[in-house]
């Protein structure tokens, strides 16, 4: 087995295993928030990290995709580029700042939900330092650590959030809990980067200038998602206050854990294929179209099973009062069905450089995606919103595919969804049968069935049978096939 495969094996599973876990541990305290403190403080908390994350989007100032791309070719500038990170975030992160406090004021907000959205946005620095500290980790591919810092973190986080709502304090307590390890965080990630990487730690004027340079171009990309992303949770809070923030953001939460295992993959692979950019087109091109196969193999049936069992879902993870999530959480998941095939693609077209063909499909879908929620939000509230991500979502993928994907990142959509398809449909034949005997008995009928499917419609071919049997060989000590 190649050096890379087993890179990206090995990355993929700490970082999505790290991830699901921290969103399940993170779901354990967000439906136990729920049920003791109810939709109205779940959904200021929601629409405080809705505000945040439009914030750290210009905040990052779109450095953290030239980090990883330039550590991955260049692991001895590691220190360089990471204090070059902090002092050109330090600056963006105290503009993005005094703009959420103009923003407070303009909409006059008091009590609880000022005191909650002022220490919650704090952590634009913070956050924008360690997400700085995880590309560099990326782009030496040791996710494995930063996987390590993420559970640990998240533990501590929720073991506290909910040793404090059980004796009684709100979701002020919960804040402060945030902000307290995420500071924690930047310290162990700075201690955990000083271990694995020797060299300087020096800025370098040369290294600010060309991350602000280059930064540009991803900047406003990442500010169109951000938008894109917590826009909904702004304007449901605006039209129909934090109590619909909270039904939304409850469904959203079971988005999250399908999303981030994507994005985990995905940037797992991104270190392989920025070298391979600069090697051959070939090999270029057969990573990002396994890497989209595998995806989509592991996405499809995951998002048509959460479909199908959402209503049982949310009622049995956060009770009778979110009732209305479930139908909420049903049309949201098909925002990410094109995610499987659409983001290795994308790191591809960044990986070669070519990222300024990314901003027209981002903007033209956070723009559609605000003014539908203009329209649909007041009239259907959370539903609208949900809508609204939807159709903005589908019709950016088409985007992204026409505009974008130039060379090797252009696919057969048949081949990437045909037989996966077909062995979900047969799937979610049998998840429908079993639902009304419960969602657990339903979610195991669901996964065998779909487990027998792989060799029924050949999901795998020769080359990938090859490459597990390297890396089964590989992870017990056995000699490596060459791939």
């Avoid at 190649?2 to 779901?27: C, E, F, P, Y």
Wanted: overall charge positive; glycine content about 8%; some cysteine.
């Amino acid at each position: 087995m190649s050096k890379d495969a087993h890179s990206a094996v090995k990355n993929s599973v700490a970082s999505i295993a790290a991830q699901v876990t921290n969103l399940l541990v993170g779901l354990i305290s967000s439906v136990y928030v729920a049920r003791v403190l109810g939709k109205e403080q779940l959904g200021i908390y929601s629409w405080a990290l809705g505000v945040m994350a439009i914030a750290m989007s210009l905040a990052h100032a779109g450095i953290d995709n030239v980090i990883i791309r330039d550590v991955a070719r260049k692991k001895d500038q590691s220190h360089q580029y990471l204090l070059s990170a902090f002092l050109a975030k330090a600056v963006t992160s105290s503009i993005s700042y005094i703009a959420i406090i103009a923003y407070f004021k303009a909409r006059q907000y008091t009590g609880l939900q000022l005191a909650v959205g002022y220490l919650l946005c704090s952590t634009v620095i913070t956050e924008g330092f360690n997400s700085s500290c995880r590309a560099v980790l990326t782009g030496i591919e040791r996710q494995d650590a930063t996987a390590t810092v993420s559970v640990l973190s998240n533990l501590l986080r929720v073991f506290l959030v909910i040793m404090l709502v059980q004796h009684g304090y709100n979701i002020l307590a919960v804040a402060w809990v945030t902000v307290i390890v995420s500071v924690l965080v930047l310290a162990v990630h700075v201690g955990v980067i000083a271990r694995l990487v020797g060299g300087s730690w020096r800025p370098s004027i040369g290294a600010i200038r060309h991350l602000v340079v280059t930064g540009w171009t991803f900047l406003a990309t990442t500010f169109f998602i951000g938008i894109y992303d917590r826009a909904d949770y702004i304007m449901l809070d605006y039209f129909k206050g934090v109590g619909a923030v909270g039904i939304y953001g409850a469904a959203y939460r079971i988005i999250e854990i399908i999303a981030i295992m994507v994005l985990s993959a995905s940037f797992a692979l991104f270190p392989i294929v920025s070298r391979r950019v600069e090697s051959s087109e070939d090999a270029y091109g057969r990573a990002l179209q396994r890497s989209m196969k595998y995806i989509t193999i592991m996405g499809l049936p995951l998002c048509v099973g959460v479909c199908l069992l959402s209503k049982q879902l949310m009622t049995g993870l956060y009770g009778s009062k979110f009732a209305a999530s479930g139908p909420c959480l049903a049309l949201l998941v098909w925002a990410r069905i094109g995610a499987f095939t659409s983001l290795p693609g994308q790191q591809g077209v960044i990986a070669r450089n070519a990222q300024l063909s990314l901003i027209a499909p981002h903007a033209i879908r956070a723009i559609l995606n605000v003014s539908l929620n203009m329209y649909l939000i007041p009239r259907y509230g959370p539903m609208g919103a949900a809508a609204s991500m939807v159709v903005a979502e589908n019709i950016y993928y088409v985007l992204i595919y026409l505009m974008c994907f130039r060379g090797p990142e252009r696919f057969s959509v048949w081949g990437i969804y045909g037989r996966p398809a077909l062995a979900t449909l047969v799937m979610a034949f049998v998840v429908l049968l079993l639902r009304p005997f419960g969602i657990i008995l339903a979610t195991i009928g669901g996964i065998i069935t779909y487990g027998m499917m792989v060799p029924v419609f050949r999901l795998l071919d020769p080359e990938d049978k090859k490459i597990l049997s390297a890396l089964v060989k590989e992870f017990k000590g056995g000699k490596a096939v060459p791939g």
